[in-house]
């Protein structure tokens, strides 16, 4: 007799509450879509995407070539599809690093406080002082060009923003009465950490991924874009738009369609995360 | 019925939220006579707000709507108006003071500025006539007027809320509305503030309708009561009418649910169950499910308005019951039986129902009509635990008085019996000179400074103080959960006060706690079962298995929790029962000693009296000992064996619960006593106002620490602390004029 | 107030201590040689290579070459010689530094003239098709990269409709795209949250105050709601500052602007580190002082922080809180702290949360 019928557990709660908001669902599916043409790239993809065809280079978009080629006669589709497998999967990976570390690092600097909190804070302090994307391009000439270069220099530059929040999310936890009752009833640090604030961290936690994810993408593509980070012959859309420079004049699909999928994913992240923000706020709930 | 101020006819406002329209107030009409003060009285979410912004038209369009019906302002009826024309209404004519003074005033302004916007807009002057008349009203409301240019931040919460009377008199309106003008405030302060706003508006000739849920503060203040419940007036009439002749069950049970100053009850009589939600309201009378008297006809029909014929030698005050309005069906239908509306309407608010569920019918006092008959249970009470134990003078005389006082119930008879006057009790908690200071960046912050006493098990402490006076803290001290400044916590004769380890973990089994806040003191992403298991879980006594469902459903049975609700998580559930999971969670590891720490002060006055019940009861099955922490003093009045009073992180006096309310001997606590509003017309108060605000804690002045605020100061108060010193046998005082003022 | 904006300068230095020691380990682990940058790929002998190494300070450790930096850059006010073209970095920054901080400050000049009012008239006609409309393309601008919106930017008004040049800096037609490109995102950003900032105040209670007293809505808006609405907003616009400044390094490069950024994304790929680590540590040093502006405003606007500040004496950021008597910052630990938080100040400290809602 555990639960009632019109019970269900909170995740229903959450899908149902988010379901509500319908721009944010139609996000999802965009996502989902363009999550499986790209990770699905060598299955969808009409061409490989390094094959070059010197006769047919900055060909307009036709049924052969639904985006055009590129200046090395490449299918702009295919590369597009190539690039988002690398794009997103860099974008996934270095969020990952990035809350997970920064929030290890921000939980123990939250939870423990004095002296550790301090050196911890000061040190992110340094770190935030330089412009995000500055401190990832530093980075990145470092680590050199690659996926996984790249993978590296984002997700170290995001640790410091991560540890930020969640360290300002435990210090308000900290001061619910729900964590000292725990404490008065004798349980271990470990086990408040664990079974109280852990899950009452994870719904910013999972908010802030989500916005990271599209933020990532930009940065990813910017790097890429300055000749940093995912170089040919990678398919990179940063890189691709970086290559449309040359033919701005005369050859549009270049750079207007590996930007459209920049904007399309981080839209799609960007709105995914604000509905998910509401649907896992408890204040909302009734 | 012209001469009226105010008429408010058939009102009707609904708000469309996404769950569908809700009917906040349900055709409200009452009216208000130049001069007279009208007391609105319900619990949270009864509509009184919504009502008195309404007379403003200040309801926000949406999602609010007005659904007929007229409030008739001098003649004119404001829901017509045009909304440049109730400007010139808002303000001047009509003026509001809110309930929350700490955000009602605009932050970044300057107070001055904030009082004289309102002059401004409404007389015909320029900005420093405005300006000199917000400096007058400063000074009219007891405020420096130097201090005008300050911030809000600046002010303290009484202060605040001068500021916000003087901003609603600013114009001399014609009628104040004032939304519990005094809830947020501390008692003294409440009293200071309360007597502010009935000389100005004698000063003024205002009328007022006055917004509360304390029936004290209405029979101090007003002249009639209006009793809102669900969104409609259920009563209404003279002070006179609604305090003797008092005819709605709900008013009835709200008068039951008050623990009282003046008379010795030994249990409240709350109403059980909790207010219906706005958005989903039962048929018939809304009242039928909470009802003792509900009768199968109050479910089916909703009753009007009409006067309790059978009260009145003056006609009757009107009354919305079937008991009155229709007679005769009602008595013709079956009655409904409490019991039977608990489970038809998902309600299980009262603990009695976890008895009803284990066959104890016996406990069961709803109208007074069961007598406790579980003497078994209740008998461990107070018998004596261990002889040979040693005790102080203080308890040895406080249970010496409880014989004589107490001796109206069957149960203290049977401690005196058990318990003869001297008799050695065991003494549980001791505590020598416990001091326990903050740094801050403003200095020292001496939260509890040299607190001693003796705790015998089986009793309960009341801890009582204002704001910042250091109770909640000395309750965490003792605990161990704030680590000791300085002095020693003995439980059971062993030092613990800087117990670490394993240690602590072993009297953590043994001292609890139950939280203030039933919202931030459970974990939000926990079903109920879980939360009441985790201390379980968290101390290696149980696994997660049949056996630990079956304990934790023994524990939401001895709270009054349906098992029903295991799986259910707090958000859905309201304060009262929150507060049960807290209890339910201070129980699971059986202790000895609990410190409530103002474990009813977010609670409704009916849910309050629930909570209160139960722990008494819980008290006194398990022979439990209690601190119990609290600013109410009418609270610990109804619970305590001894109370302990503080101000300012230090001790004033110290008692047996009926001497010190009988005869307080110090200044502070004879203020705080006349401070608290009585709900009874009939005793004319002896009031004794105290001036001034609280000292601050941070870097406390050396000396009595309330003589700023103390008619009787000299110099030396301030110059020397006083000694916590025994006046008379039992009675400790901390004053150096104890004796000159008292005549002892 | 003044000894406090004192106390925060002198507290950079620490942090821009750390900045220099980080971003010169990180450059020190680039890649390539900067003897063989200087010296070119071949041709040369071991002795000029040592002479070479050790005239650029490069044949001592990690730890030295940092402390050698900054003896230079406190005792000289010199950020070491560009390996690529031999010529002072501090030299070369000064000449560009102005032109890169006044596109950062016109950016963020337009940023708040444009979304300050925009987010606030979307909270007043909250629900309208205005205030759709701006939401909608709030959201969609937050999502469009810098670098991409220069380069259809380019396409449109520059190749296409030849509006706008598309490179260089000498006239005031050349600021537009650029300041556009840097500032939009942040924009957007921006208006979402005055919008619902100003929302969040004008359900406040002093709001509903100034109602019943009678103060005319305009009047209740920019008297009342606007200044509180603005104290959440103004952090924002720091944060805000710190990407125009990171964003601006592909924009110059997109429109062939002699700012620092062109010069450094050219620094990279002529692994030029000298002058990488000296253009980041200005540019960071550039962005601190720009947060603290925003931080000191913050005082400015509102009075408890103001305070705060004061009271404080100027250790370190604003923002904290005395243990309230009746809970106090309780570490499970065991520990309390310094009760150092990043909420929201509300009031004096010592509150109660005894009221009755």
């Known amino acids: 007799m555990k639960k009632q019928a019109k019970r269900h557990g909170q995740l229903y709660e959450i899908v149902k509450r988010f379901s509500k908001r319908k721009i944010a669902v139609v996000a999802f599916f965009v996502l989902v879509v363009m999550l499986a043409l790209c990770l699905g790239a060598p299955i969808f993809a009409p061409y490989d995407y390094a094959l070059q065809d010197p006769f047919n280079t900055l060909a307009m978009p036709s049924w052969q070539h639904p985006f055009g080629t590129d200046g090395f006669g490449r299918d702009i589709f295919t590369r597009i599809l190539y690039g988002g497998r690398n794009s997103l999967l860099i974008s996934l990976f270095s969020s990952l690093i990035s809350v997970v570390g920064g929030g290890i690092i921000g939980a123990i600097s939250g939870y423990y406080g004095g002296k550790t909190d301090n050196v911890i804070m000061r040190l992110v302090d340094v770190f935030m002082a330089i412009p995000g994307i500055l401190l990832c391009v530093v980075i990145s000439a470092a680590l050199g060009t690659g996926p996984w270069q790249t993978c590296a220099a984002v997700a170290i530059g995001g640790i410091p923003g991560g540890a930020r929040i969640l360290r300002a999310q435990v210090l308000a936890l900290r001061k619910q009465e729900y964590i000292e009752a725990a404490g008065a009833y004798g349980s271990s640090d470990m086990r408040i950490v664990l079974t109280h604030v852990v899950p009452n961290c994870l719904a910013p936690v999972i908010v802030d991924t989500t916005l990271r994810l599209g933020m990532n993408i930009m940065m990813i593509s910017g790097l890429a874009f300055i000749g940093l980070g995912v170089q040919a012959p990678h398919a990179e859309w940063g890189a691709m738009l970086n290559s449309g420079r040359e033919y701005i004049r005369d050859f549009w699909p270049l750079i207007t369609f590996p930007g459209l999928a920049i904007v399309i994913s981080m839209l799609g992240f960007n709105l995914f995360g604000d509905g998910l923000r509401d649907a896992l706020d408890p204040k909302l709930k009734t | 019925m012209t001469d009226h101020l105010l008429e408010v006819n058939n009102l009707n406002i609904r708000f469309n939220t996404s769950e569908g329209t809700v009917c906040a107030v349900n055709d409200i009409s009452f009216a208000i006579s130049p001069g007279e003060t009208l007391g609105l009285v319900g619990e949270t979410g009864a509509g009184k707000t919504t009502t008195a912004l309404s007379i403003m038209k200040l309801v926000a369009q949406p999602p609010g709507e007005y659904h007929g019906g007229s409030v008739l302002f001098d003649g004119k009826d404001i829901l017509q108006e045009t909304e440049g024309r109730l400007r010139h209404i808002r303000g001047k004519d009509i003026a509001m003071i809110f309930q929350d003074p700490m955000t009602a005033l605009n932050p970044v302004m300057r107070i001055e500025d904030q009082i004289a916007e309102v002059i401004k807009l409404h007389t015909d002057c320029s900005a420093a006539e405005a300006l000199i008349g917000a400096a007058e009203m400063l000074e009219t409301v007891g405020i420096p007027a130097d201090r005008g240019k300050e911030y809000p931040h600046q002010f303290s919460g009484g202060m605040k809320q001068r500021v916000v009377i003087a901003m609603a008199l600013a114009c001399s309106p014609k009628l104040l509305l004032a939304d519990e003008p005094t809830t947020a405030l501390d008692v003294t302060i409440q009293a200071q503030v309360l007597d502010m706003i009935r000389d100005m508006r004698v000063k003024l000739g205002t009328s007022m309708l006055l917004i509360t849920h304390d029936l004290g503060v209405v029979a101090e203040t007003c002249d009639r009561v209006a009793i809102m419940y669900a969104g409609e007036i259920v009563e209404q009439g003279t002070l006179e009418q609604i305090f003797h002749r008092v005819a709605h069950p709900y008013t009835i049970g709200l008068f039951g649910s008050l623990p009282s100053l003046d008379k010795k009850v030994e249990r409240l009589n709350p109403i059980v169950g909790l207010m219906p939600d706005a958005a989903n309201l039962p048929e018939g009378c809304k009242f039928h499910p909470r009802c003792p008297k509900a009768r199968r006809y109050c479910a089916?029909?909703?009753?009007?308005?009409?006067?309790?014929?059978?009260?009145?030698?003056?006609?009757?005050?009107?009354?919305?019951?079937?008991?009155?309005?229709?007679?005769?069906?009602?008595?013709?239908?079956?009655?409904?039986?409490?019991?039977?509306?608990?489970?038809?309407?998902?309600?299980?608010?009262?603990?009695?129902?976890?008895?009803?569920?284990?066959?104890?019918?016996?406990?069961?006092?709803?109208?007074?009509?069961?007598?406790?008959?579980?003497?078994?249970?209740?008998?461990?009470?107070?018998?004596?635990?261990?002889?040979?134990g040693q005790r102080d003078g203080a308890s040895a005389t406080g249970s010496g008085t409880n014989v004589t006082v107490g001796a109206s119930d069957p149960e203290d008879v049977a401690g005196a019996d058990t318990q003869p006057a001297g008799a050695p009790t065991t003494t549980l908690l001791e505590v020598r000179n416990l001091k326990k200071y903050f740094q801050t960046p403003s200095g020292m912050l001496h939260a509890v400074d040299n607190v001693s006493f003796t705790l015998d098990r089986g009793k309960v402490l009341g801890v009582v103080g204002e704001s910042g006076c250091g109770k909640s803290t000395l309750g965490r001290t003792i605990l161990g959960i704030l680590d000791a400044t300085d002095g020693q916590v003995l439980y059971a004769g062993e030092d613990i006060t800087h117990a670490k380890g394993r240690r602590r973990k072993e009297l953590q089994k043994k001292m609890q706690i139950i939280f203030q806040d039933p919202y931030s003191s459970i974990d939000p992403r926990m079903p109920v079962w879980r939360l009441i298991a985790d201390p379980l879980l968290a101390n290696g006594m149980y696994r997660k298995g049949k056996e630990l469902t079956r304990e934790v459903y023994r524990l939401m049975d001895t709270v009054g929790l349906a098992r029903r609700l295991s799986g259910a998580y707090p958000h859905e559930l309201d304060g009262g029962r929150r507060q049960r999971i807290g209890v339910a969670r201070a129980l699971a590891l059986n202790p000895d000693f609990i410190v409530c720490d103002e474990p009813v002060s977010a609670l409704d006055v009916s849910i309050q009296a629930q909570i209160l019940n139960l722990l008494q009861d819980l008290q006194a099955e398990k022979n439990l000992t209690y601190i119990f922490v609290t600013h109410d003093l009418s609270v610990v009045k109804h619970i305590s064996d001894d109370i302990l009073v503080m101000y300012v992180g230090s001790m004033v006096e110290k008692s047996h619960t009926d001497a010190l309310f009988e005869a307080p001997l110090h200044p502070y606590t004879k203020g705080l006593l006349s401070a608290i509003p009585v709900a009874n017309i009939d005793v004319p108060k002896q009031r004794i106002l105290l001036q001034g605000e609280l000292q601050s804690p941070i870097e406390p002045a050396p000396g009595c620490r309330f003589a700023n605020r103390c008619s009787y100061a000299t110099p030396e108060c301030a110059a020397a602390e006083p000694p916590f010193e025994e006046v008379m046998p039992g009675h400790f005082v901390a004053c150096h004029k104890v004796r000159e003022i008292n005549a002892l | 107030m003044l000894k406090y904006s004192i106390k925060r300068i002198l507290l950079m230095i620490p942090i821009l201590l750390g900045v220099i020691i980080i971003v010169y380990s990180i450059s020190y682990f680039m890649p390539g040689d900067p003897v063989q940058t200087v010296l070119g790929a071949t041709g040369y002998t071991q002795e000029q290579y040592d002479m070479t190494a050790h005239r650029l300070g490069l044949d001592v450790g990690l730890p030295m070459q940092i402390f050698n930096y900054l003896k230079n850059l406190v005792t000289k006010g010199e950020l070491g010689v560009s390996y690529y073209t031999g010529r002072s970095v501090m030299e070369e920054v000064v000449q560009r530094a102005p032109i890169s901080i006044g596109i950062g400050i016109l950016s963020s000049l337009v940023l708040i003239v444009i979304s300050v009012p925009i987010g606030i008239i979307s909270a007043v006609k909250q629900n309208s098709v205005l205030d759709y409309c701006i939401s909608v393309l709030a959201i969609v601008l937050a999502s469009v990269p810098g670098f991409w919106l220069a380069l259809e930017f380019i396409l449109l008004f520059s190749l296409k409709l030849r509006w706008l040049p598309a490179s260089g800096l000498s006239t005031w037609k050349h600021y537009i795209l650029p300041v556009a490109c840097n500032s939009l995102g942040s924009i957007a950003m921006l208006a979402r949250m005055t919008r619902s900032s100003m929302l969040e105040v004008i359900r406040a209670d002093y709001v509903r105050t100034a109602k019943a007293k009678g103060v005319k809505y305009e009047v209740v808006i920019t008297r009342h709601a606007l200044k509180n609405a603005l104290i959440p907003i103004i952090t924002v616009i720091g944060a805000q500052f710190s990407m125009i400044i990171g964003g601006s390094v592909i924009i110059e490069n997109i429109f062939s602007i002699p700012g620092m950024g062109s010069r450094l994304v050219a620094a990279i790929s002529n692994r030029d580190y000298t002058m990488l680590v000296g253009i980041t540590v200005v540019l960071s040093t550039f962005t601190m002082l720009m947060v603290l502006l925003t931080d000191l405003m913050y005082a400015f606007v509102d009075p408890r922080i103001k305070a705060e500040f004061e009271s404080l004496n100027g250790r370190r950021r604003p923002v904290i809180k005395p243990p309230a008597p009746g809970g106090p910052n309780v570490a499970v630990s065991g520990a309390v702290t310094d009760g150092v938080t990043s909420g929201h100040v509300s009031g004096a400290g010592i509150g109660k949360g005894g009221a009755k809602p």
């Open chain 2, 300 to 388: 089916q029909v909703h009753p009007e308005l009409s006067p309790a014929m059978s009260w009145g030698d003056d006609g009757g005050h009107p009354v919305r019951c079937h008991m009155f309005a229709a007679p005769e069906p009602y008595e013709a239908s079956e009655p409904l039986g409490l019991v039977d509306g608990l489970f038809d309407e998902d309600f299980t608010g009262n603990m009695n129902m976890a008895y009803l569920l284990e066959g104890k019918i016996g406990r069961r006092d709803e109208d007074g009509a069961d007598v406790p008959q579980g003497a078994d249970v209740h008998q461990g009470a107070c018998l004596p635990q261990d002889p040979g």
